[in-house]
C-alpha cells in the first residue's frame, strides 16, 4: 500500500516502514532543496486552523510553498463560515473541491478524524485538542534521527503536562514501535499522562516506563529530554494553572548533570520552562527542530500527493 491519497489523523496510521520512508525523504530535502521545487506546480494546500498556530499552519505553507504549489486558508475560526454555526462535514464537503489537500487544526478531539470521512482529498491532523498532533511526531523524529544517527535503544524524558499534552500523546505512541526505547514521564502528579495511554504504552507496546516528579533525578541517565509547556489553554480554571505553571524549568545549571550527547527537544512555543541560557548549549535542539517541521511535513504532503 502506497501513501498516496492517504489521511494522517493518527501516527498509528502510518507503519514503521512508511514513519522511515517519510523520514528519509524529508531528510534528502533538507539536504537538496531546490531538487524538488517543482514537484507540486499545480498542486494547493488548504490550511484550516480553527486554534491558534504558528509552526504548524507555517511551515505547511513553507513547505508547498517550497514544492512549487500554493496555498488558501484561514487561521482564525472567528473569520470563517464556522463562525454562522457551518459544520466540519459541510465544510470539507465544500473545501476537497478548492485544494489538493488539507490539513486541520481543530480543539475538538476527533474532528480531523470526522473530517476525514467527508473528504475526497487526504486530510491532514495539525493538532486536535489534547488528543493527537501526528505531524509534530514526524518533526520530532525527524530530529531524532538527524541528530542520534537512528531511533533506537534510546532513554527518552517527557516533562511537563503529560496530561493535556497532545504532542507528548503521539511521540509516547509512536516512540513505542521503535526497538528498546524506555520512557521517563515527569510531570507534577496533577499532569500525569492519562490513564488509557499508560495501559496501552504498558500492555499493549509493553514499553518500560518510570513516573516521577523528579527531573533532577534522572537527568543524568537520560538520552533525550522532550520538555513542554504547562498549557494555559487547557486548564478549566486560572488558579490550578498558576499553581503547576512553574514546575520545571531547565537552566544551564541543571544541565551540568546531563550527558553530553543529550537532546533537549521541546515542540514549542516555549513559555519559561526552558531558559534562554540554555539556548547556546549544543544539546538543545528545539530551533533545529522546529525547520527540520518544513522538510518532514514536505515530505508527507509530496507523498499523499504521490508525487514522490
Ligand atoms: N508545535 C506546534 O504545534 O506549534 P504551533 O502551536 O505554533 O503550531
Not at 16 to 32: F, T
Not at 36 to 63: D, N, Q, V
Not at 139 to 154: F, H, P, V
Not at 230 to 237: A, D, H, L, S, V
Request: aromatic share 8%; with cysteine; proline share 5%.
Amino acid at each position: 500500500m502506497t501513501l498516496n491519497n492517504r489521511h494522517l489523523v493518527d501516527p498509528n496510521d502510518l507503519t514503521l516502514d512508511e514513519l522511515h520512508q517519510i523520514i528519509d525523504l524529508g531528510l534528502k530535502m533538507y539536504e537538496n532543496p531546490k531538487a524538488y521545487r517543482e514537484i507540486c506546480k499545480g498542486k494547493i494546500l488548504g490550511t484550516l486552523f480553527y486554534e491558534p498556530s504558528t509552526r504548524t499552519r507555517l511551515s505547511f505553507e513553507s513547505a508547498m510553498l517550497r514544492l512549487g504549489g500554493t496555498v488558501l486558508g484561514f487561521s482564525d475560526a472567528n473569520t470563517s463560515s464556522a463562525k454562522k454555526g457551518e459544520s466540519i462535514a459541510d465544510t470539507i464537503r465544500v473545501l476537497d473541491d478548492y485544494a489538493d489537500i488539507l490539513v486541520m487544526r481543530h480543539p475538538r478531539e476527533g474532528a480531523p478524524r470526522l473530517a476525514s470521512e467527508f473528504s475526497t482529498v487526504p486530510i491532514i491532523n495539525g493538532g486536535d485538542g489534547g488528543h493527537q498532533h501526528p505531524t509534530q511526531t514526524l518533526t520530532d523524529l525527524i530530529t531524532i534521527q538527524k541528530y542520534r544517527g537512528s531511533i533506537e535503544n534510546l532513554k527518552v524524558a517527557f516533562c511537563g503536562d503529560l496530561l493535556f499534552g497532545r504532542t507528548v500523546h503521539s511521540l509516547l505512541k509512536t516512540l513505542s514501535r521503535f526497538p528498546n526505547i524506555s520512557f521517563v514521564l515527569v510531570s507534577p502528579p496533577e499532569l500525569k499522562i492519562p490513564y488509557h495511554l499508560r495501559d496501552e504504552l504498558l500492555q499493549e507496546y509493553k514499553v518500560e516506563i518510570i513516573e516521577t516528579s523528579s527531573l533532577d533525578e534522572y537527568l543524568p541517565e537520560i538520552d533525550i529530554l522532550y520538555m513542554t509547556r504547562i498549557q494555559k489553554e487547557r486548564f478549566f480554571n486560572e488558579e490550578d494553572y498558576i499553581k503547576l505553571k512553574d514546575s520545571y524549568i531547565l537552566n544551564k545549571d541543571k544541565l551540568k548533570k546531563a550527558k553530553e550527547d543529550l537532546l533537549i527537544l521541546h515542540p514549542l512555543p516555549r513559555v519559561n520552562e526552558i531558559s534562554y541560557d540554555v539556548d547556546d548549549d549544543p544539546r538543545a535542539k528545539y530551533f533545529d527542530q522546529a525547520k527540520l517541521g518544513i522538510y518532514v511535513r514536505m515530505a508527507l504532503m509530496a507523498l499523499l500527493l504521490g508525487v514522490a
